[in-house]
């Protein structure tokens, strides 16, 4: 079992950076992270993901080339540095592990996550 706190939620003008933040509680940290947000009125979405090694990483292709996922094992954390915000990237992100270390297949599928966080709220105006 692992707890999932997000941080680092904000307002922030377009063209702006946030980094956010998730911190896991429990033994181990062996697990696949993402990131998925949820706009208002939406369906939940994949944002990006790492496996446990930090060696593979994935992008839903609106977030590629913007946003960078990281993993720092030894504190338990992962981040998630978002660049040139968008007013369509406003939304709550949500940090997720899965208990499938080196999730690949469905690694952007919502389902395939076991343990959520609370979210942060990101708000980007125009």
């Known amino acids: 079992q692992v707890q999932l706190v997000e941080s680092g939620g904000g307002l922030v003008q377009a063209g702006g950076s946030l980094r956010l933040s998730c911190t896991a509680s429990?033994?181990?940290?062996?697990?696949?992270m993402g990131w998925f947000r949820q706009a208002p009125g939406k369906e939940r979405e994949f944002v990006a993901a790492v496996i446990w090694s930090g060696l593979s990483t994935y992008y839903a292709d609106s977030m590629k080339g913007r946003f960078t996922i990281s993993r720092d094992n030894a504190k338990k954390m992962v981040y998630l540095q978002m660049n040139s915000l968008k007013p369509e990237d406003t939304a709550v992100y949500y940090c997720?592990?899965?208990?499938?270390?080196?999730?690949?297949?469905?690694?952007?599928?919502?389902?395939?996550?076991?343990?959520w966080g609370q979210g942060t709220h990101v708000t980007v105006t125009s």
């Open positions: 429990g033994r181990t940290f062996s697990y696949t």
């Open positions: 997720a592990a899965a208990d499938n270390r080196a999730l690949k297949v469905g690694v952007g599928v919502r389902q395939s996550y076991d343990y």
